[in-house]
């Protein structure tokens, strides 16, 4: 049963990507632009995006790419961003917010300044954002807001004492705002990938099981969105294998951490 609305058709959607410059974000981009949707592109670099949007190939010749710089850890930035959308746009019709930050950290090496900005940009970060559209999209009563998790966020693991909370606390985020949105007629999405091969994770020194190029993620979010998702989560093998861990007893959780996680 979907719990949203599904996408059945993309072209002329007026779509929002806020962290499209790498990663996951620039993979649903090129993605986006090949279904025939319009993008505004933002992240931190405008130069950045201006390389980027002008290496997307559109599908038809009546699809727009602009791009807005924009660091969503300034509520000032945050506002002038959705100001320069909304002269762009008289609609919104997908925020898909990806921005974020990864550092892995233990208890031993627990720093606060790292904490800090990791829960400044992947918590409060979208929370900025949703704050910001939520008058826009309430007021023309549609529209889907799409958020970018992990499957981190469904139980503590290694490394991941402060990455894993603020993705736990995102998806928290999503079902109280899917409660709330879902009779006003907005969508609201969590996306919550294993490991993807980007910049974040190739400074991670293990192995990482069932890695999917960003292309692919692109994929698998845009699938979602088409059959309404309200949780899109792959690889399936391995985030169905950290969902089932997330509903064991907790001493049978940590035999099995400390058993097959090599980290």
Same mark, same amino acid.
């Given at each position: 049963m ?7 058709? =993309? ?7 806020i962290?499209?410059?790498s990663g ?7 993605? =986006? ?6 993008l505004?592109?933002? %992240?931190r ?6 390389e980027?949007k !002008? $290496? /997307?190939?559109l599908?038809s010749?009546?699809? !727009?790419i602009h791009s807005? %710089?924009?660091?969503v850890?300034s509520?000032?930035q ?6 320069q959308?909304?002269? /762009? ?6 925020v898909?917010?990806v921005s974020?930050?990864?550092?892995p950290?233990?208890?031993d ?7 800090s900005? &990791?829960?400044?940009t992947?918590l409060?970060?979208? &929370?900025?954002?949703v $704050?910001a559209v &939520?008058? $826009? ?7 889907h ?6 499957v981190a ?6 490394k991941s ?5 603020t993705k736990?606390a995102?998806l928290?985020f999503?079902e109280s705002l ?5 009779p006003k007629?907005?969508n609201?999405h969590?996306?919550c990938?294993?490991f ?5 994770t190739?400074i991670?020194?293990?192995?990482? #099981?069932?890695?999917?190029s960003?292309d692919q993620?692109?994929i698998?979010i845009?699938?979602g969105?088409?059959r309404?998702?309200?949780?899109? !989560?792959?690889?399936k093998k391995? $985030?169905y294998f950290l969902k089932?861990?997330?509903?064991l #007893?907790?001493p049978?959780?940590?035999w099995?951490?400390?058993t097959?996680?090599?980290?």
């Amino acid at each position: 049963m979907s719990l949203n609305q599904p996408i059945t058709n =993309f072209e002329q959607l007026n779509v929002w990507i806020i962290g499209a410059s790498s990663g996951i974000g620039k993979a649903c981009a090129s993605w =986006f632009a090949g279904q025939g949707a319009n993008l505004i592109l933002s %992240a931190r670099r405008l130069e950045n995006l201006e390389e980027l949007k !002008h $290496s /997307i190939q559109l599908k038809s010749t009546n699809q !727009h790419i602009h791009s807005v %710089a924009l660091d969503v850890t300034s509520s000032e930035q945050v506002g002038q961003a959705l100001s320069q959308v909304q002269s /762009i746009w008289n609609k919104v019709d997908i925020v898909l917010f990806v921005s974020g930050i990864y550092t892995p950290v233990r208890a031993d090496d627990f720093d606060m300044d790292v904490t800090s900005k &990791m829960i400044d940009t992947n918590l409060m970060g979208p &929370m900025r954002i949703v $704050s910001a559209v &939520m008058p $826009s999209l309430l007021k023309q009563g549609f529209g889907h807001i799409a958020l970018v998790g992990s499957v981190a966020g469904y139980s503590g693991l290694p490394k991941s004492l402060v990455y894993g909370p603020t993705k736990a606390a995102l998806l928290n985020f999503a079902e109280s705002l899917y409660y709330d949105l879902k009779p006003k007629g907005i969508n609201v999405h969590i996306i919550c990938p294993g490991f993807v091969e980007t910049p974040a994770t190739a400074i991670n020194d293990f192995q990482m #099981p069932a890695l999917i190029s960003a292309d692919q993620a692109a994929i698998e979010i845009g699938a979602g969105l088409q059959r309404g998702d309200f949780e899109i !989560h792959f690889p399936k093998k391995f $985030s169905y294998f950290l969902k089932f861990l997330r509903i064991l #007893p907790y001493p049978i959780y940590f035999w099995l951490l400390k058993t097959f996680v090599k980290i």
